[in-house]
């Protein structure tokens, strides 16, 4: 395992949470009427539900496809973080690399780790006793 491709499964999974984001903002940013799930007077719903239903829809199905080939593409490093049996650093390794949080931040979650590079050489460590 390297940590090249560790880091590109990172990067793939923060790019789809991005679009995700993306698609929630667009919803939440579409003018009409309230989104109820109840139809209106006028009609049977109004542009505004129909416009955040069809978002959700793709969020579900787009974004779903994304993640398998992902999940798929990367699927012997996720098997690889599922492996690793000591705690703390199987935490490091989900916090990092599926979850994309710097190293800091890992730092500030794991007991008893005091600094980023604490966490990131006990990483580099497990890779290089395992590789």
Request: with cysteine; net charge positive; aromatic share 10%.
């Amino acid at each position: 395992m390297t940590v090249k491709r560790l880091n590109e499964l990172c990067h793939e999974l923060q790019n789809l949470r991005d679009e995700i984001k993306e698609a929630e903002i667009r919803a939440d940013s579409i003018p009409g009427g309230k989104i109820n799930g109840m139809p209106s007077a006028k009609g049977f719903g109004n542009s505004k539900e129909y416009s955040y239903l069809s978002l959700i829809h793709k969020k579900e199905t787009v974004f779903y496809e994304k993640y398998n080939k992902i999940s798929i593409k990367y699927s012997d490093e996720i098997k690889y973080i599922a492996g690793i049996k000591e705690k703390t650093t199987h935490d490091i390794f989900v916090y990092r690399f599926l979850y994309g949080l710097e190293w800091k931040e890992v730092a500030s979650i794991i007991d008893g780790m005091k600094s980023a590079d604490s966490v990131r050489m006990r990483a580099i460590r497990y890779l290089q006793k395992t590789a």
